[in-house]
């Protein structure tokens, strides 16, 4: 476990804390006006190694070669010349720390870091980290790299938990989540601050699935099984890639689940939360697609719908038999989410490809058909 002190006093800045994975949805924005919840787990921490937040450059102002060199291989609006190795921790993680007023603008509903870091030491006035809460973002504090470092304390803490350890505790995501709205709307007949949706979580990490499974197409079909991991990509696939005789199988894969045959080219496998490293299977091994473990678990080992309760909350997994009805369903098809699906094909060299090009050229237009 490790403590985040600041380089200028020595104060420490955090409680101890454990490393997991960087998140998929560590940058998304959600929606419009929507009140998104704590990024991190209590208690733990992630590193960003790539630079995030100001100051940017345009494309324009960086040369390809530059670009490919930071691992960009196609056009973005903007790279950040910021520091890497940003940390990010949940805001109730934090001690000694208190805002820095002239930092707070620019914001709609909160703060969004925009004008930097907006959270100083206590101690020396040293600015520290960036809070950010504002609407459709993932409620985080973003501690600057130059500003903190970490000091090991209480020993190394505990291993990794293992691939038959994650099964065991069966910890998934649900693919649906009531998100919390700025105003009231009437849903079910009541008025409600809550609008129940795609998880947030999901269409980060399908946008993050769906740049690779179109790498590992090399222009061909790809078919996924049917159901809920149909629901998420098939309809996409269909849409960005020519239909043909050639058609490339894409299946899930990972601890639990029996051996894939020989005519599977893709797999869909689990990344460990903690270490992020991927699954991989014994042998050789076809084009690995990563998934959020607790994503992966869902798609891999599907829950019936747990009833809604008629008022008050269930823990996780909590089944009651004074409901109303089953979970309300989504107005509309899933989407992946647009921007995770940039961020990740414009830093797979494959998106050279003059289609895989085209598809990122025409992103937009597909957002507006509601394909993202």
Known sequence: MFVFVCVGCGSRLTIPLSQV????????????????????????FAVDPEPWGPPWRTWEEIHPDEAAARGVYAPVYALSDGAPGAVVIAPGDTRGTVLIPENLGGSCCGLDGADGPNVACVECALPVAS????????????????????IPVDGDGAAPLSWSELMAEGKGTPPLEPIATWRSRMAAGH???????W?????????????????????????VPGGLVGQVFQRALDALLPA??????????????????????????PSHPQT????????????LVPLPFGVWLWLAFPRPDLPLPASGALPVGAVRDDFDAP??????????????????????????????????????????????
């Not at 601890?255 to 496998?269: A, Q």
């Open 191 to 197: 008025w409600s601050n809550y609008l129940w949706s």
């Open 327 to 372: 979970a309300p369903r989504p107005r509309h098809l899933f989407r992946a989410d647009p921007e995770v699906f940039r961020h990740t094909l414009v830093r797979l060299p494959t998106v050279r490809s003059p289609w895989l090009r085209e598809i990122l050229q025409n992103l937009t237009h597909h957002m507006r058909t509601g394909l993202f």
């Open 276 to 287: 992020g490293k991927i699954w991989t299977p014994a042998g050789p091994a076809p084009y």
């Open 199 to 223: 998880s947030p979580q999901w269409e980060a990490a399908a946008g993050r699935a769906l740049a690779h499974l179109l790498a590992a197409s090399e222009g061909q079909p790809v078919t």
């Open 131 to 150: 809070r950010i809460d504002d609407c459709s973002r993932w409620q985080a504090m973003w501690l600057s790299p130059n500003a903190v470092r970490r």
């Open 21 to 44: 994975a960087l998140p998929a949805h560590a940058h998304q924005r959600y929606g419009n006006g929507l009140q998104l919840p704590v990024l991190m787990e209590p208690g733990t």
């Open 244 to 269: 043909g005789p050639q058609v490339r199988r894409a299946v899930l894969a990972g601890p639990s689940l029996p051996t894939h045959s020989g005519d599977v080219s893709i797999l869909l496998v």
